[in-house]
């Protein structure tokens, strides 16, 4: 166990508060944070469990509340968007995509929070591009969650089944990139594991004050906390380009 990680379990718990509230969302909190304490690989291997740990938590607390033919329509795009960014991770300049990713994902979030309409219902067949985007994100940038809550935000889901649908499809991204970090090896860091011992609970007790918040809030204030993830998401991703 690493001596931060008291420090490292406060921030799970705070990364864990957002996924609770909105299923995606807790990269955006931990990572930055965490790299100003360890190195970026182990914060990386260790927030990959934790993020686990809570996509479980929430994706699995009413199942029934999950849209399945959602899910089942992004899985086969997510892992082949996993393996088409695995790919291109080594092929194509991350800095111009990144920028590139950043602006759309800012447009659409202040979009969305000027909008004064309820969001347009948009078919189905979007799902398989949201899949496959959020695949290849998640693998170059480290952020698959946006494409997934733009997606779904459109579909006319009650506030229950956007957080439960974002869980199944976080959960299954973050699983494929678990398995990446274990044959890349940075899972094999012995005081990753240690260092889960406090983060793992941190992270569940944030989900469960989460739960408790969530029971208060309409669809309308959860679109637009989605919204402003996706502004914050956006612009770190532009921020990083221009590092």
């Not at 944070?33 to 260790?46: D, G, I, K, R, S």
């Not at 044959?183 to 240690?194: A, E, S, Y």
């Not at 402003?228 to 590092?243: A, D, E, K, P």
């Amino acid at each position: 166990m690493v001596p931060e990680a008291p420090l490292l379990a406060a921030i799970a718990f705070a990364g864990a508060l957002i996924f609770g509230l909105t299923g995606f969302g807790s990269a955006l909190i931990t990572i930055p944070l965490a790299t100003q304490l360890v190195p970026l690989p182990f914060a990386l291997a260790l927030f990959a469990l934790v993020d686990l740990s809570c996509a479980l938590s929430v994706g699995l607390e009413n199942p029934r509340n999950a849209v399945r033919s959602e899910w089942l329509r992004l899985v086969p795009m997510i892992a082949a968007g996993t393996a088409l960014g695995a790919t291109l991770l080594v092929r194509l300049p991350r800095t111009a995509g990144m920028a590139l990713l950043g602006a759309f994902v800012v447009s659409y979030a202040l979009y969305s929070l000027t909008r004064h309409s309820p969001p347009r219902t948009i078919r189905a067949a979007w799902g398989w591009l949201a899949g496959l985007c959020g695949g290849v994100t998640s693998t170059l940038f480290g952020a698959g969650g946006p494409p997934y809550a733009i997606y779904l935000s459109h579909r006319g889901l009650t506030k229950e089944q956007f957080r439960a649908t974002m869980g199944f499809a976080t959960m299954t991204s973050i699983s494929l990139r678990v398995v990446a970090f274990l044959v890349t090896g940075l899972l094999l860091d012995r005081r990753v594991w240690l260092t889960e011992i406090l983060a793992i609970p941190a992270a569940l007790a944030g989900v469960f004050v989460a739960r408790r918040m969530f029971l208060k809030i309409s669809r309308e204030l959860l679109l637009r906390l989605v919204a402003l993830l996706l502004l914050v998401s956006g612009g770190s991703l532009l921020v990083r380009s221009l590092g």
